[in-house]
Every structure is written in structure tokens, then in C-alpha cells.
């Protein structure tokens, strides 16, 4: 898998996200991986969400939605686990 059309969804906005995801459009792949984790898996629903209803509808073809677990080990707090998103979106050619 290539790592172009990964998007990792942080602290910005949801806009500066779909306007990612354009950019992975624009350069003419047809699969968009929203990645995210914790507190930013709302964002990631908001940012396919957007993409959905407001710009490219009529150019989806099939969204896989795929959940997990990480484990992540800290200095301060130890390890523990955190939920993972992962959205693959498939468009028309």
C-alpha cells in the first residue's frame, strides 16, 4: 500500500483534512485511507462525512470502515490502549 494516499487525522480542522483529501484526488488514485485514533476517530467520520454529502457523492464507490486497537506504551501513564479507525475509500474511475 502506498502511503500517498494515506490521510492521518490530528488536531487541525476537518476542513484541512478533505482538503487533503482532494490533493490524493487530484493526483489521480482512486482509494483514500483516512486514518485516525482516540479522540480524533469523530473527526475522521466528520471528515468522510463531508467528503460524502458535500463534494465528491456522486464519485464513491464503496466505503470499508475498519476498527481496532493499539497499544501504546508511555513514560508517564504506562501502556494502554487506544481505539483505531481506519476508512478506506474506493472511488469511480
Known amino acids: 500500500m502506498s502511503e500517498e494516499n494515506v490521510i492521518f487525522i490530528g488536531k487541525k480542522s476537518a476542513m484541512s483534512y478533505v482538503?487533503?483529501?482532494f490533493t490524493v484526488?487530484?493526483?489521480g488514485m482512486d482509494k483514500i485511507i483516512i486514518k485516525s485514533r482516540g479522540r480524533s476517530i469523530s473527526k475522521a467520520v466528520?471528515?468522510?462525512e463531508i467528503l460524502k454529502n458535500?463534494?465528491?457523492k456522486d464519485k464513491i464507490k464503496n466505503v470499508k470502515i475498519t476498527t481496532g486497537t493499539d497499544t501504546i506504551d508511555s513514560s508517564d501513564r504506562g501502556s494502554f490502549n487506544v481505539s483505531t479507525l481506519e476508512i478506506e475509500v474506493s472511488l469511480k474511475k
Open 19 to 21: 482538503m487533503a483529501c
Open 54 to 56: 458535500r463534494f465528491i
Open 25 to 27: 484526488i487530484q493526483s
Open 46 to 48: 466528520d471528515v468522510l
